[in-house]
């Protein structure tokens, strides 16, 4: 049964990088039946999908985060990361890693979630 | 993108009751349909996808039906335990885009 637990700290300030680790048990990162991902979730509001990653480097964005989103994976320490750019108060969110499977593209494990806030 | 657009917003219903929330994209997504149950403080958990396959572990009052552009999710006899915010999110291609959520509550 994969894992997933988020890191990173929990606050930013504006105009800074939000940056997080996702750390996998139970699974490899370089598995060919995963995309790793990660979703937000502003506090009260629904769920935005922010981005996909395959092991090998294929990555599919948000477009309307596209300009400030980085993804990576590390196969050696079995983790992936996000960074998002010059973050604002609107960045302020729980921000979940996620499995993406590649068949049928369902989310179909995720981390517990951690609230990130953008505030000076 | 695809536009996911889901209603009712809310629901209030009694234990036993039958529920049904529904889902439209803004263009045909033929079967590639999910939807999730998330509780408060919690990530949330896959219920259906394929529009209609259950996911293991679910229990079987939970539904899906639909293809195209318009599908639902029917919970046939609402229990205490399914109090909670549901979302569709259409699998059929990158960007990947959710409802805005329909919050289930128990009367």
């Known amino acids: 049964q994969l894992q997933l637990q988020e890191s990173g700290p929990g606050l930013v300030k504006p105009s800074e990088t939000l940056s997080l680790t996702c750390t996998v048990s139970?699974?490899?990162?370089?598995?060919?039946?995963?995309?790793w991902g990660w979703i937000r979730q502003p506090p009260g509001k629904g769920l935005e999908w922010i981005g996909n990653?395959?092991?090998?480097?294929?990555?599919y964005y948000n477009p309307s985060l596209k300009s400030r989103v980085t993804m990576s994976v590390d196969t050696s320490k079995n983790q992936f990361s996000l960074n998002l750019r010059s973050v604002t108060a609107a960045d302020t969110a729980v921000y979940y890693c996620a499995t993406t499977a590649t068949t049928t593209r369902t989310i179909d494990y995720w981390g517990q979630g951690t609230l990130v806030t953008v505030s000076s | 993108d695809i536009q996911m657009t889901q209603s009712p917003s809310s629901v209030s219903a009694s234990v036993g009751d039958r529920v049904t929330v529904t889902c439209r994209a803004s263009?045909?997504?033929?079967?590639?349909l999910a939807w999730y149950q998330q509780k408060p403080g919690k990530a949330p958990k896959l219920l259906i996808y394929g529009a209609s396959s259950l996911q293991t572990g679910v229990p079987s009052r939970f539904s899906g039906s639909g293809s195209g552009t318009d599908f639902t999710l029917t919970i046939s006899s609402l229990q205490p335990e399914d109090s909670a915010t549901y979302y569709c999110?259409?699998?059929?291609?990158?960007?990947?885009?959710f409802g805005g959520g329909t919050k289930v509550e128990i009367k």
């Open positions: 263009q045909g997504i033929s079967s590639w």
């Open positions: 990653m395959f092991y090998s480097g294929t990555s």
């Open positions: 999110q259409q699998a059929n291609s990158f960007p990947l885009t």
């Open positions: 139970g699974g490899s990162v370089s598995s060919g039946s995963n995309y």
